[in-house]
């Protein structure tokens, strides 16, 4: 076990969880933080701020860190430092078919920041890339879907009612995020939890679809 992977289980211990608990908690599986807590991976440096975050602990004596795995490119970082060597090698690469998408807040009227992704066969995460957006998370009315205020979430507009699907919606002449089930062909039910479940059933023509989630980044 090295010291990254120590810190962990203290962590893990005082908080009195089991792996399979803690790995649910930080949104990875049980056999990612046993490798950690045994020395056999590299803690990810979204999980460190994923710790922080849910337990107030900073594992901040940790030098050699990596993002996880992304399939696309099959390239794995083992330090801060080539991270950013890599994104500004891939900018210089993708500079002629980046576009700046924008942070929206619920309204969409207030851009709070932009991020640069690269558009391939005319779509972004195979999106149209006219329909993208990103939106910085409110609230905590979704932390049971391990989404947290201020996390980044990136989605796409869309007036299809998805069953099961995560969407920000216009209802009662409010914007809110909420999984969505439908009941039947009039029906839907909506589904927030921040830490107790909570249902709403409500008409299909009452509420309006803005857009549809697909992922979330933690914000640090």
């Given at each position: 076990m090295n010291r990254a992977g120590e810190k962990v289980k203290i962590?893990?211990?005082?908080?009195?969880?089991s792996q399979k608990q803690f790995a649910k908690k930080l949104g990875v599986n049980e056999k990612f933080i046993n490798e950690i807590e045994s020395g056999r991976k590299v803690i990810t440096e979204s999980i460190i701020h994923r710790i922080k975050k849910l337990y107030g602990k900073d594992i901040n004596d940790i030098n050699m860190t990596v993002d996880e795995?992304?399939?696309?490119t099959n390239y794995e970082f083992k330090s801060v430092q080539k991270k950013k060597e890599k994104s500004e090698v891939w900018t210089d690469a993708f500079s002629s078919i980046l576009k700046s998408?924008?942070?929206?807040?619920y309204t969409f009227k207030n851009v709070?920041?932009?991020?640069?992704?690269p558009v391939i066969n005319n779509k972004i995460e195979g999106f149209n890339q006219d329909k993208v957006f990103f939106i910085k998370i409110e609230n905590n009315d979704m932390t049971g879907f391990r989404?947290?205020?201020?996390d980044i979430a990136f989605g796409h507009t869309t007036v299809e009612?998805?069953?099961?699907?995560?969407?920000?919606?216009?209802?009662?002449n409010l914007r809110v995020l909420r999984q969505i089930k439908r009941l039947d062909s009039n029906k839907l039910l909506l589904i927030s939890n921040?830490?107790?479940l909570m249902t709403q059933t409500v008409q299909?023509?009452?509420?309006?679809?803005?857009?549809?989630?697909?992922?979330?980044?933690?914000?640090?």
């Open positions: 962590i893990r211990e005082e908080a009195k969880l795995e992304v399939t696309e998408v924008p942070v929206y807040d709070i920041d932009k991020k640069s992704l989404i947290m205020k201020d009612i998805e069953n099961n699907a995560i969407c920000l919606i216009e209802y009662n921040n830490g107790n299909v023509h009452d509420i309006k679809i803005i857009g549809k989630i697909t992922k979330v980044e933690f914000s640090v």
